[in-house]
């Protein structure tokens, strides 16, 4: 089944990132919208976890592998 296996609680001396959290492979982070920095993401996706975010649209734009952005809203 699916259960939550780590919560991360952290003053306000640490920074919100994807990057500073442990993962494995397969792997599916749920986050919150300060996590969704581009480079974080990437990382999560990179190392074959998979991640799911609240984005704001102007402040995490997403591009395509090759470069193109990706509009998700018309």
């Known amino acids: 089944g699916v259960r939550i296996a780590q919560v991360r609680l952290t ?3 640490v ?4 990057q500073s959290l442990p ?3 397969g792997e599916v982070l ?3 919208r300060a996590y969704a920095g ?3 993401i990437a990382k999560v996706v990179a190392a074959g976890a998979q991640v799911i975010v609240r984005i704001s649209v102007g402040s995490t734009p997403l591009r ?4 193109e952005r990706i509009d ?3």
């Open 64 to 67: 395509s592998p090759s470069g």
């Open 72 to 74: 998700l809203l018309p």
């Open 38 to 40: 581009r480079g974080g």
């Open 30 to 32: 749920v986050a919150d």
């Open 15 to 18: 920074g919100e990132s994807l």
């Open 11 to 13: 003053d306000a001396s």
């Open 23 to 25: 993962f494995k492979r």
